[in-house]
């Protein structure tokens, strides 16, 4: 792939870079790179929920079920009539949920919990002070401070406080009493390490509610009976007094009987009063009859013969019939003489007779009507004496009964209160009778639905493997995630690709898999990351890996390597290589012998420079007997340096670093350098250049003046993310025009998602293969 030569850039914000937004896909990078982390983490949660489960008491629990009925309980249907609206108040919605819940709280009182601590012996069982055992005599007793009762047993829990505070802090952190939403059951749970004993708290707890319930209501029952018996004397004697004096006032009142209805007085002035309304309507009725005849106008009188009050009288009534018999003849007579004078006119003989016929019928209906006026009147007449009598009358009576209405007042009121008074006797004597038989027939209104049973010694209810295991998973997997995602946040260390490319705002020429040489290597090439010390490596770290391990996944990014390093330019390769590090420890010299070796496998000659005279590592890498090395031909210009062919890798030529001088940076940046590096480029095709880091000398600064290529190696979790950032920044500001300067970043593990990004495959099968042949070698 071709990479532009790189340019001085503008160092990126490191506070900036860290500011990447987070996604799912982040996420699972983070896990995945920092999963041994994140494994641990779960790892060691799993692993406490197994120790706990192992040395954990298991727990059994017990559960009985018991339903609240509506407090109706009387044997005979007693309780409504003593406790009046009591079952009308329990079947109301919110008021049977205070009374469920009060006989929850019942349940968790103080006083059925020591009931059955006492009735059943629970201070002498495992989860209180149970007895001494034979195996904890050898150790410390302070070590059981827990199981020692804070007063002696033999003081009763009633006059030991102490104790008895743990106690019932101890059972009310083992019992549970659960409402059941909707229903009027309530749940009773006991967990306990015997599950016999577990079934009988539950039982013995329930039947101390029943038994509390039951002597509270005979006890409210007795109560009621003492009251009302109190009371029955004092009514008994006031309804005695009260009769007597309504008695008293009867006689006065001339009343006979029990009621009003037999008062002698007031019947006669009703019967007056009555006589009164009809004698007044009968003079109301003639008044108008007489009116009405008073006209004269037979039409109108006719007409009364509609009136039932009128029509009553015999005498009217005729007289009525014959005005009405009179008017049809006088309407006939008309209707013939009006029609005669219009047939033959009023000349007609017969005009005559029937004129004389219509003035008799007209004369009949005026006399008749004169005698009905006088009749009307004489019956008006009458009617008005017969209503001034029955007034007097009435009137004469009302004196009499006025006279003697305060003293029926007085006896009504007397009466009534002395009524009121003996119901108020009889119900409180029938509601002590019926308190008497109540005081033995009252039962409770608690129905044990499902007693506690002995559970299966082989489901203990604690510890929940299932449940904590779960819980474990869960809480491994978040704390895992949270310990990954701050040791990501906090991490100071290169371990991505991603990390590089934002440090150096350069492309990234290659990615190189790290090399496992089992515990012992991996223990010594930590101890060179972190010294400068020389160490010697083994007989395996000789070799180059490059040429050991033709098809493995680190000679094949080196091969990756060297083709970028190839297209870097698009005039010509560049022939001298520098690679450098910003620190010590960090793979610049293996990726510098392996990319010569390499290089070499193309059949070109390869020179390999170990310029790193303050370190040179080179001639032990390789084992080769240093005699001239470079800086004996940069201190002396008589001495030729004499590069020595690597054993195993044809066409490649190495010049160690020799021993090292005073001013190395003087001598790398001299004529003689300058010369060397003009004749190397004339016999050689490539110049690889171990240079030394970039950070603690200025020796790469010098050497990249004279390079066509400089690599930056960053070493994957051991680079800090400032110093490649400030080493990228100190070789970027003084690259010449032609120079390209690039990243390498080494030592990435084959198992890391950046190298299937990089390679687009895995490499956990070629690694474990190549590396495990690197161990046979």
């Not at 790892?43 to 008491?57: P, S």
Request: charged share 25%; aromatic share 6%; net charge neutral.
């Amino acid at each position: 792939m071709a990479v532009s030569p790189v340019r001085i850039a503008e160092a990126p914000d490191l506070r900036a870079m860290r500011e990447d937004e987070m996604t799912l896909g982040g996420l699972a990078a983070v896990l995945g790179k920092r999963r041994a982390i994140f494994l641990g983490i779960l790892a060691g949660f799993l692993a406490a929920v197994t120790l706990y489960c192992v040395v954990a008491t298991r727990r059994y629990q017990a559960t009985g079920q018991i339903q609240i009925q509506k407090d109706s309980a009387g044997a005979f249907g007693l309780e409504g009539s003593v406790m009046g609206d009591a079952a009308d108040s329990a079947s109301d919605a919110l008021d049977y949920n205070i009374t469920l819940q009060t006989e929850a709280n019942i349940l968790n009182s103080d006083s059925l919990a020591l009931r059955v601590v006492q009735d059943l012996h629970l201070e002498t069982t495992e989860d209180y002070y149970p007895p001494s055992k034979t195996n904890h005599a050898r150790l410390p007793s302070w070590l059981f401070f827990w199981k020692k009762p804070v007063e002696p047993l033999s003081v009763p829990l009633d006059s030991a406080p102490n104790r008895r505070y743990v106690v019932l802090r101890i059972f009310a952190g083992h019992l549970k009493v659960e409402p059941v939403t909707g229903t009027r059951l309530i749940n009773v749970s006991y967990s306990s390490p015997d599950p016999r004993l577990a079934a009988d708290v539950v039982n013995h707890l329930i039947e101390a509610l029943m038994d509390y319930t039951f002597q509270a209501r005979f006890t409210a029952t007795a109560q009621a009976s003492n009251w009302l018996t109190a009371q029955l004397d004092d009514l008994r004697k006031q309804t005695e007094s009260l009769q007597a004096k309504a008695i008293t006032l009867q006689r006065d009142t001339g009343m006979f009987g029990d009621d009003e209805s037999h008062n002698v007085v007031l019947a006669r002035l009703e019967s007056l009063n009555e006589a009164l309304a009809a004698a007044e309507s009968n003079r109301i009725l003639k008044e108008a009859v007489y009116r009405v005849a008073s006209t004269g106008d037979p039409e109108l009188i006719s007409g009364l013969s509609g009136n039932t009050g009128v029509g009553a009288v015999a005498s009217m009534a005729n007289s009525l019939g014959l005005i009405q018999s009179l008017r049809a003849q006088e309407a006939t007579a008309k209707a013939a003489l009006d029609e005669d004078k219009i047939r033959y006119g009023s000349a007609y003989p017969r005009i005559a007779e029937l004129q004389a016929e219509l003035n008799g019928i007209e004369k009949s209906i005026q006399d008749e009507v004169h005698r009905i006026g006088e009749r009307a009147r004489t019956d008006y007449a009458i009617a008005s004496r017969t209503e001034a009598s029955a007034r007097d009358a009435f009137e004469q009576q009302k004196k009499v009964v006025n006279a003697l209405n305060d003293k029926a007042i007085a006896y009504a009121l007397a009466k009534q209160e002395a009524d009121g008074s003996r119901e108020v006797y009889e119900g409180l004597l029938a509601k002590l009778k019926q308190a008497g038989v109540l005081e033995g027939l009252r039962s409770t209104n608690i129905t044990v639905v499902n007693p506690a049973r002995v559970p299966p010694p082989n489901r203990p209810k604690s510890p929940n493997v299932l449940l904590y295991y779960a819980a474990a998973v869960i809480a491994g997997i978040v704390f895992g995630a949270g310990a990954a995602l701050l040791r990501d946040l906090t991490d100071t260390k290169v371990r991505s690709l991603e990390d590089l490319e934002r440090l150096t705002a350069a492309p990234l020429l290659g990615l190189i898999p790290e090399i496992r040489r089992g515990k012992a290597s991996s223990r010594r090439r930590r101890s060179e990351d972190s010294s400068f010390t020389k160490t010697i490596r083994s007989e395996n770290e000789v070799r180059t890996a490059t040429s050991n391990y033709i098809g493995s996944p680190f000679a094949e990014s080196l091969r990756s390597l060297r083709t970028s390093l190839m297209l870097s330019r698009s005039s010509k390769a560049p022939q001298v290589l520098l690679v450098t590090s910003p620190n010590a420890g960090e793979g610049k010299s293996t990726v510098s012998l392996n990319l010569a070796a390499v290089l070499a496998q193309q059949g070109v000659k390869v020179l390999l420079v170990d310029a790193d005279l303050r370190r040179p590592v080179l001639h032990e890498r390789l084992r080769l007997q240093v005699q001239v090395g470079l800086s004996e031909s940069l201190s002396n210009e008589h001495i030729c340096p004499q590069p020595m062919p690597v054993e195993n890798v044809p066409n490649l030529y190495a010049l160690c670093g020799g021993a090292a001088p005073p001013f190395p940076a003087e001598l790398l940046g001299s004529r003689r350098m300058h010369t060397l590096l003009k004749q190397w480029r004339s016999e050689y095709d490539f110049v690889v250049i171990d240079g030394p880091p970039a950070l603690p000398v200025t020796d790469a600064i010098v050497l990249e003046q004279l390079s066509d290529a400089v690599l930056l190696v960053a070493r994957h979790g051991v680079t800090e993310k400032k110093v490649i950032h400030r080493s990228y920044h100190t070789l970027a500001r003084q690259l010449p025009q032609h120079v390209v300067l690039g990243t390498v970043l080494n030592g990435v593990p084959g198992r890391s998602s950046d190298f299937y990004e990089y390679y687009g495959y895995r490499s956990r099968t070629q690694i474990s293969e190549g590396w495990g042949n690197e161990a046979k070698a």
